[in-house]
């Protein structure tokens, strides 16, 4: 039984966004531009991605 992934990219900078956005998306193992990140697609994930969606780039 294999879990579904989500790929995230960092695509736009974090300079100008606020502090909470900068933590969420830590929080989501980016660290700088073009940075990618494989995560299980949960609803708390999700979330995360959606709160800071003007900066990624999504792959299901």
């Known amino acids: 039984m294999s879990e579904k ?7 736009r900078s974090l300079i100008g966004t606020k502090e909470s956005h ?15 990140s494989l995560l299980e ?7 995360m991605i959606n709160k800071v969606s003007y900066l990624l780039k999504c792959e299901g």
């Open 5 to 11: 992934k989500v790929k995230v990219t960092l695509v």
């Open 22 to 36: 900068r933590a969420t998306v830590r929080g989501l193992g980016l660290r700088r531009l073009n940075s990618t």
């Open 41 to 47: 697609d949960t609803p708390a994930i999700r979330g």
